[in-house]
């Protein structure tokens, strides 16, 4: 069973190196980790809707937020970038 712990403030290429890692193991891609840039298409590269939302929902857990309703679209979670420019828009909002 994988534990996973809470990263609330991390440095922006922290961020991006957990997303890689959460990405490989969530968005069901069969992609290695190092190919997993942060500016892939999630979506072009396999990502079908139902493995986004288990992504969102991993990605919540690991660093401790939820995603507003507004940031709940296919941009959002189109790649490494925005996700973690989403992040950091919520870790802001909450310091």
């Known amino acids: 069973m ?3 712990s809470v990263q609330s403030c991390s440095t922006a290429e922290d961020i991006r190196d957990q997303l890689r890692k959460i990405v ?3 968005a069901g891609l069969n992609l ?3 190919k997993i840039e942060d500016s892939t298409d999630l979506y072009r590269a396999g990502m079908s809707s139902q493995s986004s939302v288990v ?3 991993a990605v919540e857990a ?3 937020i939820e995603f507003p309703d507004a940031m709940l ?3 959002v979670f189109s790649n490494i970038e925005s996700i973690a420019s989403a992040i950091e828009a ?3 909002a909450d310091a």
């Open 90 to 92: 919520i870790q802001r």
């Open 62 to 64: 690991q660093f401790g």
């Open 73 to 75: 679209s296919r941009d």
């Open 32 to 34: 290695p980790l190092d």
């Open 2 to 4: 994988n534990t996973i």
């Open 55 to 57: 992504l969102m929902i």
């Open 24 to 26: 490989k193991d969530h």
